[in-house]
């Protein structure tokens, strides 16, 4: 009973861990807009993003129950598989972290679970209708709906505001992109907080110290509550530049327009008990921002490196998580070293990220310059009406100055 006991302890503490790990590889999805147009300093952005998501934590459970009673038959669950299954998640947003990519945090706990359920109970205990309905569909729709939606929103905005006074409504859209980004906060809380709650409950299920059916005990609602806000308040600074610079260059018009429309879709998938991912929703609403602006472009070079990681997270947390399983298998000793091969990986991640920092001073500066299409595509299309010359300069590259002869050339 008391190894129990400690192998429940262990995945209780790493199930914290990955949300904590969750929260700043998220921030970028609520505050990276935010950022980069100037609406807010980038302190007080992740502030006020940490205490929205505590908040959100406690306004819903749907999403946790998807993940503690839908995905994986509970009665063949055992802790050790949980604690598998977290440390693919942990280690693939790591690595993601590390490149500035982002992917999925919802999608590498549900592959870490899927991997690690399969080694150890096969196919069968995997629910694969509520697989295909909750998690495949919603992430290929999600980034679709809010995209075509920022889309539509941005061009509906643009056109409203072609005789609006330019400073005036820069001031007005920085407002409402302020209280779009605590929205999309908000509503990360009520989705992201509460797969963590559904890990932890699903090993409380497992180790018998919760009846199966069970909704999270109010500990486990407060405790992932803080630990995805701490997270998110320490910032995700290599993904809120990608984000906020990488995939477009975003106006403050853009980025309400993309708050808002990602925002929405999050807030009605996590009503609805579909385990989305904020940051397909938020990536999608982004690159339909960036579209929907005359002269706006989207960084296809970056947005393809960012597909092929969306496009790997499940299968590779799962592989991660299905061999984490196999070695727990072995007993205590299998356990202990799965642990130590985390805590490992963990440490020589966060040292090689030391080598070019990214923090709050350096977060707005563009990840790489445009390529030849962006550059050939925002040099013809004409600005929206009303753009200054600081904006203009920004979207359009300047054209490369002739070199100065010299006197003996000019002679020539």
């Given at each position: 009973m008391?190894?129990?006991?400690?192998i429940?302890?262990?995945?209780?503490?790493?199930?914290?861990?990955?949300?904590?790990?969750n929260?700043f590889?998220?921030?970028?999805?609520?505050?990276?807009?935010?950022?980069s147009?100037?609406a807010?300093?980038?302190?007080?952005?992740v502030?006020?993003?940490?205490?929205?998501?505590?908040?959100?934590?406690?306004?819903?459970v749907?999403?946790?129950?998807t993940?503690?009673?839908g995905?994986?038959?509970?009665t063949?669950?055992?802790?050790?598989v949980?604690?598998?299954?977290l440390?693919?998640?942990?280690l693939?947003n790591?690595?993601?972290?590390?490149?500035?990519?982002?992917?999925?945090?919802?999608?590498a706990?549900?592959g870490?679970?899927?991997?690690?359920?399969?080694?150890?109970?096969g196919?069968?205990?995997?629910?694969?209708?509520?697989?295909?309905?909750?998690?495949?569909?919603?992430?290929?729709?999600?980034?679709?709906?809010?995209?075509?939606?920022a889309?539509?929103?941005t061009r509906?905005?643009?056109?409203?505001?072609?005789k609006?006074?330019?400073?005036?409504?820069k001031?007005?859209?920085?407002?409402?992109?302020?209280a779009s980004?605590?929205?999309?906060?908000?509503?990360?809380?009520?989705?992201?907080?509460q797969?963590?709650?559904?890990?932890?409950?699903?090993?409380l299920?497992?180790?018998?110290?919760l009846?199966?059916?069970s909704?999270?005990?109010?500990w486990?609602?407060?405790s992932?509550?803080?630990?995805?806000a701490?997270?998110?308040?320490l910032?995700?600074?290599?993904?809120?530049?990608?984000?906020?610079?990488?995939?477009?260059?975003?106006?403050?018009?853009?980025?309400?327009a993309?708050?808002?429309?990602a925002?929405?879709?999050i807030?009605?998938?996590s009503?609805?008990g579909?385990s989305?991912?904020?940051?397909?929703?938020?990536?999608?609403?982004?690159?339909g921002?960036?579209?929907g602006?005359?002269g706006g472009?989207v960084?296809?070079?970056?947005?393809t490196?960012?597909?092929?990681?969306?496009?790997?997270?499940?299968?590779?947390a799962a592989?991660?998580?299905?061999?984490?399983?196999?070695?727990t298998?072995?007993?205590?000793w299998?356990?202990?070293?799965?642990?130590?091969?985390?805590?490992g990986?963990?440490?020589?991640?966060?040292?090689l990220?030391?080598r070019?920092?990214?923090?709050?001073?350096?977060?707005?500066?563009?990840?790489?310059?445009?390529?030849?299409?962006?550059t050939?595509?925002?040099a013809v299309?004409?600005?929206?009406?009303?753009?200054?010359?600081?904006e203009?300069?920004?979207?359009i590259?300047?054209?490369?100055?002739e070199?100065?002869?010299?006197?003996s050339?000019?002679?020539?």
């Open positions: 008391e190894n129990f006991s400690l429940l302890a262990i995945v209780v503490v790493t199930a914290l861990a990955f949300d904590f790990t929260g590889h998220d921030t970028a999805n609520a505050m990276a807009t935010t950022i147009t100037g807010l300093k980038p302190k007080v952005a502030a006020m993003s940490a205490v929205l998501n505590l908040v959100g934590a406690f306004l819903s749907e999403v946790a129950n993940i503690s009673k995905l994986v038959d509970e063949g669950i055992r802790p050790e949980i604690f598998a299954a440390v693919g998640a942990i693939w790591l690595l993601t972290w590390l490149v500035g990519l982002p992917s999925s945090s919802s999608h706990l549900m870490g679970l899927i991997g690690a359920t399969i080694a150890s109970a196919m069968g205990a995997v629910h694969g209708d509520v697989l295909v309905t909750k998690v495949l569909i919603p992430a290929i729709a999600a980034p679709l709906v809010a995209g075509i939606a889309l539509l929103a509906l905005t643009y056109t409203l505001g072609k609006a006074d330019g400073d005036a409504s001031k007005g859209y920085r407002a409402g992109q302020i980004a605590g929205l999309v906060s908000l509503a990360h809380g009520t989705n992201d907080a797969k963590t709650m559904g890990i932890i409950t699903l090993a299920v497992a180790g018998g110290t009846a199966p059916d909704d999270p005990p109010m486990v609602i407060l992932a509550g803080l630990a995805i701490l997270g998110t308040y910032g995700g600074w290599r993904i809120i530049r990608t984000m906020g610079k990488g995939l477009t260059d975003l106006q403050p018009q853009q980025g309400f993309a708050q808002t429309s925002a929405t879709v807030l009605a998938s009503h609805l579909f989305l991912s904020t940051t397909h929703s938020v990536s999608g609403s982004v690159m921002a960036g579209l602006r005359k472009v960084r296809w070079s970056t947005a490196r960012m597909f092929v990681a969306w496009g790997l997270t499940l299968p590779a592989l991660v998580g299905a061999l984490a399983e196999y070695v298998g072995f007993g205590a299998g356990t202990a070293l799965v642990a130590v091969f985390l805590i990986s963990s440490a020589a991640i966060w040292k990220s030391r070019e920092v990214v923090d709050h001073t350096n977060v707005n500066e563009t990840e790489e310059p445009p390529g030849v299409v962006t050939a595509m925002a299309t004409p600005p929206p009406a009303g753009t200054t010359a600081e203009l300069s920004a979207t590259p300047a054209p490369a100055s070199p100065t002869p010299s006197p050339q000019a002679a020539v």
